[in-house]
C-alpha cells in the first residue's frame, strides 16, 4: 500500500516535471519566434517608410511635370475646361428623338470603342479620343452592325455587335471584324509612343497595309496597335512580340532599383 | 530505563517542531540510584543545571531558526504569489502603428511626405582592436572609393576608442564592408533625414543637423514637438502642387526678367492658412551648407521690405473705414506735395483730380498722401498696427521677421506710408493684412498647419463690412481697368494691387533697383485665395518695353499662377459679365457701383499713356 502511494506521487511529480520542462521550451521557442516576427516588423516598418519617401520622391510635381512634357501629349488644365454642374442646361424634353427613329447601322455606343474585347475595350477607349483621325468622318466607313439592334442589348452583346470601324482605304474588311482577333494584342503593347517608335518600323514589314494607314502614321498612338486590323492573322503575335521588348526598353531609362540605396545616395552623407 | 525516559523528557518541557533536529539524549544513567522517586525533592544539582542549560540554547536555536525560516518564507510568498519581482518581463508583440523612428514625419496638407527619417548604417571603428591599420585602411578603401586612405589611416592608428570613418552607407557598401571582415570595424544602425520633395519646400520645412536637430524652417519650430510625437505626422498647410505651380512660374519670371529673387505666397483668406510660400532662391534641404548662405534667407516671412503701391490697399482701406472719405471724393493728384526737402510726385501724374477708385486704379501716390492728410496720422497709426505691421506676423517659423517701423511716426512718415514707403514689412505681413481687408473685415493669424475641420478659427474684425465690399470691388477694378490688367484670368474675377517700390540702398533710393510686386485675390465676388508674388531687382526687357514694374512683372505672373491654381483648388468658373456678379463687383472710376447706369460705357475713360503702366516707381525724391 506504501509502496503504491509512494509511486502515485513519484510518478505525479515526474509527469508534473516533465511537463513543465517542455512547456518551458515551448515557450522559449515561442519568444525567440516573438522576437524574431518583432525584427522582421521593426524592418518591414523601416522599408515601409523607405517605400514611402521613395514614392513622395518619385512623385515629386517638379519631376513629374518634366516627365509628363516629354512623354505625354497632355497639358496642364485650363479654367476654361471646367464646367459648373447648374452651368450645363438640361437637356430639352422635346430634343431626345425617340429611340426607334435612331438609324440602324450605328448603335448608341461610343464611337471609341474599337477592341471590342472585355478588357482592352476600356484601354482603347481611354486612349482614343488622343488620336484625332480615328473618328474623322472622311477615311472611315462603319461597317455595318447586324441588324436587329431594335431591341436593347445587354452590354456585353452590345459590345460584341458594336460596329468595328474601319479606314477604307483597306481592300479587306471581311476578317477584320473578327472581334476575337483584337484580344490578342496585349496590354503590353500600350507603352508610351515614344518609347514603341522603334517597333512601329519592325511592324511595318510584317503588315505592309499597315503602310496604307497614311494619317495614322504620323500621329499614331499606342492604340492604333490594338486598333489596327491586320490582314493576316499570322503576323499580329509578331507585333505583340516586336513591341513588348520596346516596352521594356524605353528611351527613358529608371534608375536602379536599389530603392534605399537611390534614397541614401541622394542624402549626400559625408560631404 | 523507563523511568529515565520518563524524568527525561519530562523536564524538557513541550519537544517544540523546532527540537527535533536538537534533541538531546537523555542523560547517562547515574551512578548513585535513585533511592526514592521523589520528584519534589530538592534539585539535583549537576543533571538538572545541564537541563536548564540544554533548554535555554534550544530556545535560541529555535528562535533564531524561526527567524530565518519565516523570513525565507515571506520573501518566497512575495516572489512568487503578489506581482513577481524576480519574474522575466513577458516578451509582447509591437504595435503595428508605432513607429521605428525618433523623429515625426512632415507631410503636406494632402498627406505628402515633405521630411522623413530613414534608417541607415554608419561604419565606426575602434583602432584598439584594429590590429594592422594600413592592410585595414586600405581594404576600407577599395571597398569605399570615396574614402581617402590617409585620412583613414590617420583615424585608425589613432589612440582614440572610437572613430567615425563614414556615415550613412548604402546596402550595398554597407554588405561590401561587412565581407571585408576587418576586427575593430562595425557598424552603427543611425537616423537620417530625408526630403523627398527637396527644395520645393526647402525654406518652409527647413533642415536639420547631423544630430537630426531642426535648425531651420518648421524642424526648428517643431524640435520639441516632432521629437515627443514620432508617431503622429506634423501636418502642414501647404499644398505640395500649389507650391510647384508657384516656384516653377515664380523662376520663369526671375529667369524672364533677371531678377536676383523672389517671393510667393498663396493665402487661404478665409482661415489663414499658407497654401504655398516660396523664395527664391532656395536650396537643397538635403545639403544646406554646401550652397551660398544667401539661399537660406526667407524672402517671404524673413525679408522686410519697403513694398510701395501694394500699401495704397491699407491706405485705402483706412480711408474708407475712418468713415471721412466716400470713394466718390475727389482729391488733387495734380500738384505735387512739398513736406520740409521733400517733394512727392506721381511719376506719370494725369495732372487732374482723381476719385479714391482712380487713385487706386492709377496708383498715385499723391493722391494717396492728399487721402491721408484728411485722416490724420495717430488713426493711421491705430490701423497700421491692428493690421499687424508692427509686430512679428506670428507664423510658426523661427523666421519671422520684426517689420522696420518708423519712430516716431511723423506726418511726414504717414505721407511716405501711405504710398507703401518708409515702413518695411514682410510679404506675409502684407497678405494677411490684405486677406482680412478683402474677406470681411477679418483678420486671421497666418498659419502654416493645416486647420481641423471644426476647429475654431482664432479671428478679429479689423474693417467693416462695407469697407470689405468697397476694397473688392476696388481690387476687381484695378483688373479690370487699371494697371494689373495683365492678371485677368477669364472666369476667376482675379482682383489685385500693382506694388513697385524703389530699393533703398543705403540712404538713397535706387533708381533701377526696385522691388515689383503684385497682389491678386479670387475669385472678387467672394474671395478665397490671395497669390502674392514680389519679385526682386526685374530688369526691364524689350517685351514690357523696358519697364519692370508690378503691372509688367507681378501682375502676369500672378494671372499665369490663377490660371493653373484655380482647377487645382476647385474654384468654380464665373461669368464675369452675369447680374448678380456685377452686382457685387462693379466699380467705375467715378467710384459709382451701379452697373446698370452705365451699360453704355460712359465712364471717364482712363487716359491712355497712364493706364498700364501708372504703378510705375514712386517717386521720393531725397532732394
Redesign the interface.
Known amino acids: 500500500m506504501k509502496g503504491k502511494t509512494w509511486l502515485f506521487w513519484g510518478g505525479l511529480i515526474a509527469a508534473a516535471g516533465g511537463v513543465l520542462f517542455q512547456t518551458s521550451y515551448d515557450v522559449q521557442d515561442l519568444?525567440e519566434k516573438?522576437?524574431g516576427?518583432?525584427r522582421k516588423?521593426?524592418q518591414e516598418?523601416?522599408s515601409i517608410?523607405?517605400l514611402?519617401?521613395?514614392?513622395?520622391?518619385l512623385?515629386?510635381?517638379?519631376k513629374l511635370?518634366q516627365m509628363a512634357q516629354a512623354y505625354l501629349t497632355l497639358k496642364?488644365?485650363?479654367?476654361?475646361?471646367?464646367?459648373?454642374m447648374d452651368?450645363i442646361p438640361m437637356r430639352p424634353a422635346d430634343a431626345v428623338p425617340p429611340p426607334a427613329l435612331t438609324p440602324p447601322g450605328i448603335a448608341p455606343l461610343p464611337p471609341m470603342v474599337l477592341a471590342p474585347g472585355a478588357g482592352n475595350s476600356q484601354l482603347a477607349a481611354a486612349r482614343a479620343p488622343a488620336a484625332p483621325n480615328n473618328n474623322a468622318a472622311a477615311g472611315i466607313v462603319p461597317v455595318s452592325a447586324p441588324v436587329g439592334l431594335a431591341k436593347p442589348l445587354p452590354m456585353e452583346k452590345a459590345l460584341e455587335r458594336a460596329p468595328v470601324v474601319v479606314p477604307a482605304s483597306l481592300p479587306s474588311s471581311g476578317g477584320l471584324a473578327d472581334p476575337s482577333r483584337a484580344n490578342r494584342i496585349k496590354p503590353a503593347a500600350l507603352v508610351p509612343g515614344s518609347a514603341r517608335a522603334p517597333a512601329e518600323k519592325s511592324a511595318a514589314p510584317a503588315a505592309p497595309a499597315a503602310g496604307k494607314l497614311a494619317p495614322n502614321a504620323p500621329t499614331s498612338r499606342p492604340t492604333e496597335l490594338a486598333a489596327r486590323p491586320t490582314p493576316a492573322p499570322a503576323p499580329t503575335p509578331k507585333v505583340v512580340a516586336a513591341a513588348a521588348p520596346a516596352a521594356q526598353q524605353p528611351a527613358y531609362q529608371p534608375k536602379p532599383t536599389?530603392s534605399?540605396?537611390l534614397?541614401?545616395?541622394?542624402?549626400?552623407?559625408?560631404? | 530505563m523507563n523511568g529515565h525516559d520518563h524524568g527525561g523528557p519530562a523536564g524538557y518541557g513541550q519537544p517544540g517542531a523546532s527540537t527535533g533536529s536538537t534533541y538531546v539524549p537523555p542523560p547517562a544513567p547515574s551512578p548513585f540510584p535513585q533511592p526514592t522517586p521523589q520528584p519534589s525533592a530538592k534539585p539535583r544539582t549537576s543533571l538538572a543545571v545541564a537541563l536548564e542549560q540544554s533548554r535555554y540554547r534550544l530556545m535560541v536555536t529555535a528562535a533564531v531558526v524561526t527567524t530565518v525560516f519565516t523570513a525565507i518564507s515571506v520573501k518566497l510568498a512575495m516572489a512568487t504569489l503578489l506581482a513577481g519581482g524576480g519574474e522575466p518581463r513577458p516578451h509582447v508583440a509591437l504595435e503595428i502603428g508605432e513607429t521605428t523612428t525618433n523623429r515625426a514625419d512632415i507631410t503636406d496638407r494632402n498627406g505628402n511626405l515633405l521630411a522623413t527619417s530613414l534608417v541607415t548604417q554608419s561604419l565606426y571603428a575602434d583602432p584598439k582592436l584594429v590590429s594592422r591599420p594600413e592592410e585595414a585602411a586600405q581594404k576600407l578603401v577599395s571597398a569605399l572609393p570615396d574614402l581617402d586612405y590617409k585620412d583613414v589611416l590617420a583615424k585608425l592608428s589613432g589612440d582614440r576608442r572610437f572613430v567615425w570613418l563614414k556615415r550613412n552607407l548604402t546596402p550595398k557598401q554597407q554588405a561590401a564592408v561587412h565581407r571585408l571582415g576587418i576586427p575593430g570595424v562595425a557598424f552603427e544602425q543611425e537616423e537620417r533625414r530625408f526630403y523627398p520633395a527637396g527644395p520645393l519646400t526647402a525654406h518652409i520645412v527647413g533642415f536639420t543637423g547631423i544630430d537630426n536637430n531642426g535648425l531651420a524652417g518648421m524642424e526648428q519650430g517643431f524640435n520639441k514637438r516632432l521629437k515627443e510625437e514620432p508617431g503622429t505626422p506634423l501636418q502642414l498647410s501647404i499644398d505640395l502642387r500649389l507650391q510647384h505651380v508657384l516656384k516653377k512660374e515664380l523662376t520663369a519670371t526671375v529667369q524672364e526678367f533677371s531678377a536676383i529673387g523672389a517671393a510667393g505666397i498663396v493665402f487661404d483668406v478665409r482661415n489663414g492658412e499658407v497654401l504655398a510660400m516660396v523664395s527664391l532662391p532656395d536650396f537643397d534641404p538635403q545639403d544646406p551648407t554646401g550652397l551660398n548662405p544667401e539661399t537660406l534667407f526667407n524672402r517671404a516671412t524673413l525679408g522686410v521690405y519697403e513694398m510701395g503701391s501694394t500699401f495704397k490697399i491699407f491706405n485705402s482701406a483706412l480711408a474708407f473705414d475712418s468713415g471721412k472719405i466716400r470713394v466718390s471724393d475727389m482729391f488733387d493728384a495734380a500738384h505735387p506735395v512739398k513736406i520740409g526737402r521733400f517733394t512727392i510726385n506721381d511719376y506719370h501724374s494725369l495732372h487732374r483730380a482723381l476719385t479714391v477708385a482712380e487713385v487706386f486704379q492709377h496708383s498715385s501716390n499723391l493722391g494717396s498722401v492728399r487721402m491721408i492728410q484728411l485722416i490724420g496720422v495717430a488713426a493711421q497709426k491705430a490701423f497700421m498696427t491692428k493690421m499687424g505691421f508692427t509686430r512679428p506676423t506670428g507664423l510658426e517659423l523661427p523666421e519671422n521677421g520684426w517689420p522696420l517701423v518708423p519712430n516716431p511716426w511723423r506726418e511726414i512718415n504717414s505721407y511716405t506710408i501711405s504710398f507703401g514707403h518708409g515702413i518695411s514689412v514682410s510679404p506675409m505681413h502684407t497678405v494677411a493684412a490684405a486677406a482680412s481687408v478683402i474677406n470681411g473685415g477679418f483678420f486671421h493669424k497666418p498659419t502654416l498647419l493645416k486647420r481641423k475641420a471644426g476647429d475654431e478659427i482664432p479671428t478679429e474684425q479689423v474693417v467693416s463690412r462695407q469697407t470689405s465690399d468697397m476694397m473688392r470691388r476696388m481690387f476687381r477694378f484695378v483688373v479690370t481697368e487699371g494697371t494689373g490688367k495683365t492678371a485677368a484670368v477669364k472666369g476667376y474675377l482675379v482682383g489685385g494691387k500693382t506694388g513697385t517700390a524703389d530699393k533703398q540702398k543705403g540712404k538713397h533710393y535706387e533708381k533701377n533697383s526696385r522691388m515689383s510686386s503684385f497682389l491678386g485675390a479670387f475669385p472678387m465676388n467672394d474671395p478665397r485665395y490671395i497669390v502674392y508674388v514680389l519679385v526682386d531687382e526685374p530688369k526691364g526687357i524689350a517685351r514690357t518695353g523696358g519697364f519692370a514694374t508690378g503691372g509688367t512683372v507681378g501682375a502676369p505672373t500672378v494671372g499665369r499662377i490663377i490660371r493653373q491654381v484655380g482647377p487645382l483648388l476647385n474654384v468654380p468658373m464665373l461669368d464675369e459679365n452675369a447680374p448678380e456678379i456685377l452686382n457685387s463687383t462693379y466699380l467705375n472710376a467715378a467710384g459709382s457701383t451701379n452697373w446698370q447706369q452705365s451699360l453704355p460705357p460712359v465712364t471717364a475713360p482712363p487716359p491712355s499713356k497712364g493706364s498700364t503702366v501708372a504703378s510705375f516707381p514712386t517717386q521720393t525724391k531725397p532732394r
Open positions: 519568444e516573438l522576437a516576427l518583432n516588423i521593426v516598418q523601416e517608410q523607405v514611402k519617401a521613395e514614392w513622395s520622391y512623385n515629386d510635381p517638379t511635370e496642364p488644365t485650363e479654367p476654361r475646361q471646367y464646367l459648373a452651368v536599389d534605399l540605396g534614397l541614401v545616395a541622394r542624402l549626400g552623407a559625408n560631404r
